[in-house]
């Protein structure tokens, strides 16, 4: 697992340090989208993945605006 990833099981309520690139953003997407297929639905596992899937997505919209500022 790369040293910027979250870890797997970091306790309940935890707030893991997200990827600074898009790239590994992206990739920590696809596992925790696997992830979160994999557990039980409404487990806490299953609930954990999803609060981080809209983290990790709000932090690429964040990357791919600044890549692409909005004109006007």
Same mark, same amino acid.
Do not use: Q
């Given at each position: 697992?790369? +040293?910027d990833h979250p870890k +797997?099981? !970091?306790p309940a309520g935890a707030d893991p340090v997200l990827p600074k690139t898009r790239e590994k953003?992206? #990739?920590l997407h696809r596992e925790t989208r696997a992830r979160r297929? !994999? !557990?039980p639905h409404n487990s806490e596992e299953h609930r954990a993945a999803?609060?981080?899937i809209g983290r990790? #997505?709000?932090e690429v919209a964040r990357i791919e605006r600044a890549m692409d /500022? /909005?004109?006007g």
């Amino acid at each position: 697992m790369a +040293k910027d990833h979250p870890k +797997k099981h !970091a306790p309940a309520g935890a707030d893991p340090v997200l990827p600074k690139t898009r790239e590994k953003l992206l #990739e920590l997407h696809r596992e925790t989208r696997a992830r979160r297929n !994999a !557990a039980p639905h409404n487990s806490e596992e299953h609930r954990a993945a999803i609060d981080l899937i809209g983290r990790i #997505e709000v932090e690429v919209a964040r990357i791919e605006r600044a890549m692409d /500022p /909005p004109s006007g």
